[in-house]
């Protein structure tokens, strides 16, 4: 049973999540989908907030750290019209030019 365990955690230690992969500025993020086509029902506040990610801007390599604009709907961090390509540098300033990004 501790092999399985062991087998278990180390394969989901191996592959990256999703918060680590790079996205595109312009890509909007989305909710999986639901295999039952119903909503989860648990006690999450559906709101619009600011994540902490790192962020390249176009035509440079510097990773910058700053906060990706979301709405977080029952938990998972998707984008709405208003919420793609809207970042903040880490004094809560405006960024308009990010190539990509990923959470931290």
């Not at 998972?76 to 990010?98: G, L, S």
């Amino acid at each position: 049973m501790k092999i399985f365990f062991t087998i278990f955690i180390l394969t989901f230690a191996c592959n990256a999540a999703f918060s680590q992969n790079w996205h595109s500025a312009y890509e909007m993020l989305k909710a999986p989908p639901t295999a039952g086509r119903t909503q989860v029902s648990m006690g999450y506040n559906n709101r619009f907030d600011t994540v902490k990610c790192v962020y390249k801007l176009i035509g440079s390599d510097v990773l910058l750290r700053g906060y990706k604009y979301v709405f977080i709907l029952e938990g998972f961090y998707i984008d709405t019209p208003n919420t793609v390509n809207v970042f903040f540098d880490d004094r809560k300033r405006r960024i308009n030019q990010v190539e990509k990004y990923y959470f931290n």
